[in-house]
């Protein structure tokens, strides 16, 4: 699975692909791909050569507890249903482009205040970019899927603020997405909520194809489905980590309710 990284000791952030049992990343900007953008397109390709990239002697692989994983697109271009700001909002009748932003990464520390609601669901980040895709290609146009966590207000007005969403920890395979597909979600002191994501797949292809009948889509462009809302009862200024089980691997941040 494709994800973004900060090699240990720091520095900017590479493009990686993970070991098929997930304990180490091999540097994909060792071979030349100079980012995430640059590996979306090829990203197929690249899994097919996951064990040679990732196990090979000579291959630039670090351990995955020594590295900072980030979301799997640090920084994109989001789409999501203008509905779908509000989960109580209704149909979505329309999508709505964001200006490219910064996305968090696992273990991003994140305030929120007291009517926040946490949006769960899935992220599908485009791989193959065009304009007018037809509704039954719009699912082949994506990279992959990965995980993620959105604050929101309840003034659905306002609209969603801050640098409050978090995705990761990777890209998974479309087909992920099967109607037997789940987030599990886990709080602390709380029982863990199970969140179907049947029919996620052909939602985030229909959104693929109707956003592309008004917009050029380009590689990294993130399109978001909303799985659930979870009622998140944090305590004033307790930290509380929030882990989130799904396709693509397990997601946590920690989330502090301010007064």
């Not at 003034?155 to 920890?169: F, I, K, N």
Request: hydrophobic share 45%; proline share 6%; aromatic share 4%.
């Amino acid at each position: 699975m494709l994800v973004s990284f900060v090699r240990p000791g720091g520095g900017s952030a590479c493009v990686g692909l993970l070991s098929a049992d997930g304990g180490r990343v091999a540097d994909l900007t060792a071979i030349g791909m100079e980012d995430v953008f640059a590996a979306l397109p090829r990203v197929a390709q690249l899994e097919r050569l996951v064990t040679h990239l990732t196990a090979t002697p000579g291959a630039v692989t670090y351990d995955v507890g020594s590295v900072r994983l980030l979301a799997p697109v640090p920084y994109a271009r989001l789409v999501r249903e203008a509905a779908a700001v509000v989960p109580d909002g209704g149909e979505a009748s329309t999508l709505v482009f964001a200006d490219p932003r910064e996305i968090a990464g696992p273990g991003a520390h994140v305030t929120v205040s007291g009517d926040d609601l946490l949006v769960v669901g899935v992220a599908g980040a485009i791989g193959t970019g065009g304009r007018d895709i037809a509704p039954e290609d719009g699912a082949a146009h994506l990279a992959g899927v990965t995980i993620f966590a959105e604050w929101r207000g309840a003034d659905a007005e306002a609209g969603p603020t801050g640098d409050r969403l978090v995705a990761g920890p990777a890209l998974a395979p479309v087909a992920a997405l099967g109607e037997d597909a789940e987030l599990m979600v886990a709080l602390p002191r709380e029982s863990v909520r199970r969140i179907s994501l049947a029919g996620a797949r052909d939602a985030l292809g229909a959104a693929v194809a109707a956003a592309s009948g008004r917009y050029t889509l380009r590689a990294g462009d993130i399109f978001l489905h909303d799985a659930g809302v979870v009622d998140a009862l944090l305590g004033e200024h307790e930290p509380a980590e929030i882990t989130i089980d799904g396709p693509s691997g397990t997601l946590s941040h920690v989330a502090t309710r301010s007064s």
